[in-house]
């Protein structure tokens, strides 16, 4: 069975902080992908990051970088000095390679960051 | 850059009443899907729509539920005889290929009172 686990219900950083957003996941499969979306408040999906199995390489975007670690089944977002703009509801996601690639969502990670 | 358009955004209807969910995907994409978010809770998978079938649906989506692409541009959900515990955030995707990231509608907030 495919899982994915945000284990952090609700982080409250201070503006400027850097913040760590933990995912772990289970999968049999050897091909899968991994994912971020941000849910601002207004309640759309916002595609951050795709990530496949065979691709461990740590990714940085701005201020944005992803840690892909097969050996732990974890996938963390890491934000770096963060931004009132950065509260959100973020997901991390799950899909395998075989059927028709349905999204497996974790419980999402609540962060809000005060000025 | 392309989007995937929902409408209504917000739907209110009466428990027991059908109601449709509209969605039209990228227009160079293949698969389609619609996803759930009970308020406060995760992004729950309902069902997923390839060449012009259902390619694969969770156990949320009974008899009561089912997917249309009308006209080649639509993408529509339906709900035959709404329950409280539809009331959600629907949201469609749609991808150009197995795998790559999705593109997600905005949402429809459905209400039923």
């Not at chain 1, 971020?36 to 065979?54: A, C, D, H, T």
């Not at chain 2, 515990?85 to 290929?97: G, K, L, P, Q, V």
Request: with cysteine.
């Amino acid at each position: 069975a495919q899982k994915v686990t945000q284990a952090q219900t609700e982080i409250s950083v201070v503006e400027k902080e850097d913040v760590t957003l933990d995912c772990v996941y289970e999968t049999r499969d050897t091909t899968y992908y991994l994912f971020w979306y941000k849910q601002p408040p207004s309640g759309e999906l916002v595609f951050l990051i795709r990530r496949n199995s065979f691709d461990e390489q740590n990714e940085i975007s701005g201020r944005y970088s992803w840690n892909f670690q097969k050996s732990t089944s974890s996938f963390n977002f890491t934000i770096t000095a963060s931004q009132v703009v950065d509260s959100a509801v973020y997901f991390c996601a799950l899909s395998s390679s075989g059927g028709y690639n349905k999204l497996i969502f974790g419980a999402g990670t609540r962060l809000a960051v005060h000025p | 850059e392309p989007e995937v358009t929902q409408t209504p955004s917000h739907q209110v209807t009466q428990m027991g009443q059908e109601v449709i969910l509209r969605c039209v995907p990228i227009s160079n994409h293949l698969y389609f899907y619609w996803y759930r978010q009970i308020l406060g809770q995760k992004v729950e998978f309902l069902v997923s729509f390839y060449n012009n079938e259902i390619s694969e649906k969770s156990e949320i989506f009974d008899d009561q539920f089912s997917v249309e692409r009308p006209d080649g541009s639509n993408f529509t959900l339906k709900i035959r005889s709404t329950k409280l515990e539809d009331s959600a955030m629907y949201f469609c995707a749609s991808s150009d290929r197995k795998n790559y990231g999705y593109t997600f509608g905005s949402g429809t907030r459905l209400t039923v009172v």
